[in-house]
C-alpha cells in the first residue's frame, strides 16, 4: 500500500519560511517523479512544484518561481519543500503527490497524472 503523508505546516508572517517534508512508503520512491499541490478555500487545487525520479530536473508554478525550492532525498524516500519569502496568497492545504507511471515527466501541472496524495498540510500566511 503507498502512502505519503507531510508534515511541516504552520504559522508563519509574511516574508518567513517553512519548510514541508513529504515522507512515502510503499513503493520504489526513486523511480516516480514527485509534486506540491496546494488548494485554498473555494478554489482548485493548483501545481507548485514538481521534481524528477533522479532530482535532476525540477518545475515550478510561475507564482512560487524563485521563492520556493523543491528536492528529494531517494534514500530516505522524502520530498521537500522550502518555501521562502512567504506570502499572505500562499496560504492552503498543500498536498504532496507521486506520479503513477515511472520515469514520466510531462503535463505536470495536471492533477490527475498524479495516482497518489498525501493527507495534506495547511501553511497559513499571516500579513
Known amino acids: 500500500q503507498v502512502q505519503l503523508v507531510e508534515s511541516g505546516g504552520g504559522l508563519v508572517q509574511a516574508g518567513g519560511s517553512l519548510r514541508l517534508s513529504c515522507t512515502t512508503s510503499?513503493?520504489?520512491?526513486?523511480?516516480?517523479?514527485m509534486a506540491w499541490f496546494r488548494q485554498a478555500p473555494g478554489k482548485e487545487r493548483e501545481f507548485v512544484a514538481a521534481i524528477s525520479w533522479s532530482g535532476a530536473s525540477t518545475y515550478y508554478a510561475d507564482s512560487v518561481k524563485g521563492r520556493f525550492t523543491i528536492s528529494r532525498d531517494n534514500a530516505k524516500n522524502t520530498v521537500a519543500l522550502q518555501m521562502n519569502t512567504l506570502k499572505p496568497e500562499d496560504t492552503a492545504v498543500y498536498y504532496c503527490?507521486?506520479?503513477?507511471?515511472?520515469?514520466?515527466?510531462?503535463?505536470?501541472?495536471?492533477?490527475?497524472?498524479?495516482?497518489?496524495w498525501g493527507q495534506g498540510t495547511q501553511v497559513t500566511v499571516s500579513s
Open positions: 510503499g513503493r520504489t520512491f526513486s523511480t516516480y517523479t
Open positions: 503527490a507521486g506520479d503513477s507511471a515511472t520515469r514520466s515527466w510531462g503535463n505536470l501541472s495536471y492533477t490527475k497524472r498524479y495516482g497518489y
